[in-house]
């Protein structure tokens, strides 16, 4: 099996690897094809280059994949990622989590310094006019340090800062934990592959002289064993082979799930523009509203459509009775990569005051939504609406809500804690910012 694996690279890579006599392998992630597979190593694979180069803001793919790779370092592997621009969960979600890690913009990747007697000099030296990104790793209070520690709980990582920036932030690091470690490095462009070459060839041997020999002496082959030990060590290639097709089972499982029930809601945390508006239209049917598409509605009508969807509850009545009788919720979609605008908020009284005028009807609600900072990990995105905006929400009797706040509340539903008329029922009669209860 490959002692290697290249992942994201592309197939001339893993022959050039290849034909410089190294045992490699290639696959790729699922924010590059959404048909891979789950992240598990080869049993002999000692070491992951990995080149980051995404914008796909999907923050839960592979989130549960980087146990191979962490278990890979602990054992004394190695695994190093070639970071160009990207968000940290494109690393972190394949190789775990780094205490402190943030991807802070550096104006100038070529003017750097690198470590002094460091195994990776010379690398530097050769390939380092090559840099056309270099994300500034750590905070500010590393500057200019060339090791520390990086602590959280029992976690311990060793840093050996291979380069600065010209603010003497690390740009290239050395991770080391367990019996192995972590090696984070610049964009090189198209000279990636070269400089993955030559990190096999002179740095690793120096870094760790060991890491692709063969394991186990002469003396624990089968020709020497009794029979006693030889049954034994057939029991456990047994065991382990019975494991393998346990977790290939099991893997297989999970992504037929995530297909089922979790990817088509994981939209609402990634998804922009139409695809956004097409993961609110299935969630919210998925809630049991009727939902009446404006655009498809007015289509034969040369007017300004204005909102999004008209949500009711289900009844016999027809459209048209529901708009000059019923309660009606009216739905503006937003996305991006910030808050919420002063606009957005704005629109939503003057839509509903069209609608009322038009209908005949009082009974209306608007209701602002949003996947907004979009590129960012949910648990950590700030709250987009502005207290002016909640205020002036909360005294019109419309409602602010972000679609992490609705994928919280599916969530609650998966699990008992909500029904999904709590769902409509909170969305209905909630007035500013709305954060469902349970």
């Known amino acids: 099996m490959a002692k290697i694996l290249l992942l994201d690279f592309e197939p001339k890579d893993l022959e050039s690897l290849r034909g410089a006599g190294f045992e490699a392998s290639l696959r790729v992630t699922n924010w590059k094809s959404p048909k891979a597979d789950p992240i598990v190593l080869d049993k002999d694979c000692r070491m992951v280059l990995y080149q980051v180069l995404h914008d796909n803001p999907a923050s839960q793919v592979h989130a549960e994949d980087s146990s191979s790779v962490e278990s890979l370092v602990e054992r004394g592997g ?6 160009g621009p990207s968000a940290p969960f494109h690393l972190t979600n394949i190789f775990g989590t780094f205490p402190e890690i943030a991807f ?3 104006a100038t990747p070529e003017s750097f310094l690198p470590a ?3 195994p990776f000099d010379g690398l530097f030296q050769a390939f380092g006019k090559q840099i056309l990104h270099a994300f500034e790793l750590f ?3 590393y500057a200019t340090n060339w090791e520390f520690e990086l602590r959280e709980a029992e976690r311990v990582f060793k840093v050996r800062v291979l380069a600065q920036s010209a603010d003497g932030l690390p740009v290239a690091a050395l991770l080391q934990k367990g019996r192995g470690g972590y090696i984070l490095m610049p964009w090189f462009g198209d000279k990636n592959p070269e400089v993955a070459l030559a990190l096999l060839r002179d740095v690793m041997p120096v870094l760790s002289p060991r890491l692709f020999e063969e394991e186990g002496h002469w003396i624990e082959r089968s020709e020497f064993q009794f029979p006693e030990l030889a049954k034994l060590q057939a029991q ?3 065991v382990l082979k019975e494991y393998e097709e346990i977790l290939k089972r099991l893997d297989a499982k ?3 799930a995530k297909a089922k029930s979790q990817e088509r809601f994981q939209r609402l945390l990634t998804a922009e523009n139409a ?6 239209l299935e969630t919210l049917t998925y809630l049991g509203w009727q939902i009446v598409d404006v655009d498809e509605y007015w289509k034969r009508v040369i007017r300004s459509k204005e909102e999004d969807f008209w949500l009711f509850e289900r009844n016999e009545l027809k459209v048209e009775e529901k708009l000059n009788k019923e309660t009606v919720l009216l739905l503006n979609i937003r996305s991006g990569p910030g808050g919420a605008s002063d606009e957005d908020a704005m ?4 839509y509903k005051g069209r609608r009322m005028q038009e209908f005949g009807n009082t009974k209306m609600k608007s209701v602002l939504i949003g996947n907004y900072f979009s590129g960012q990990d949910p648990a950590q995105r700030p709250n987009p609406f502005s207290g002016r905006m909640a205020e002036e929400a909360l005294k019109d009797g419309n409602g602010l809500l972000t679609t992490a706040e609705l994928f919280r509340a599916i969530k609650a539903q998966k699990e008992g804690k909500l029904f999904v008329e709590d769902i409509r029922k909170q969305v209905a009669e909630r007035a500013g910012i709305v954060a469902f209860e349970f």
């Open 347 to 350: 629109l939503l009284q003057r």
């Open 254 to 256: 999970i992504q037929e």
């Open 236 to 238: 456990r290639e047994k």
């Open 104 to 106: 802070k913009d550096n």
């Open 116 to 118: 002094k007697d460091s």
């Open 78 to 83: 190695y695994a190093a990622c070639f970071i």
């Open 139 to 141: 905070p500010a209070h």
């Open 275 to 280: 695809e956004l508006k097409a993961a609110i």
